[in-house]
């Protein structure tokens, strides 16, 4: 049950994350700022990959 409400917590805030992410990065090619876009999405990657390396640490050190 805890594992399970883990995966779903991790799903739900990934996908918060991309939809904030899509608006803010359309935000910026509408107003023809590519490179702030650009930018957000790199940004973006600094704090998803280091969050995506925490949840499977987690999960690989608390496996049963």
Do not use: D, H, Q
């Not at 918060?16 to 700022?33: M, Q, R």
């Not at 999405?41 to 496996?63: D, E, G, H, Q």
């Amino acid at each position: 049950v805890i594992l399970l409400t883990l995966a779903i917590f991790m799903f739900m805030f990934s996908m918060g994350f991309n939809e904030a992410l899509a608006t803010v990065i359309g935000n910026s090619i509408g107003e023809n700022n590519v490179p702030k876009a650009k930018s957000y999405f790199k940004l973006a990657a600094m704090i998803a990959l280091p969050c995506i390396y925490a949840w499977m640490s987690c999960f690989y050190i608390f496996r049963a």
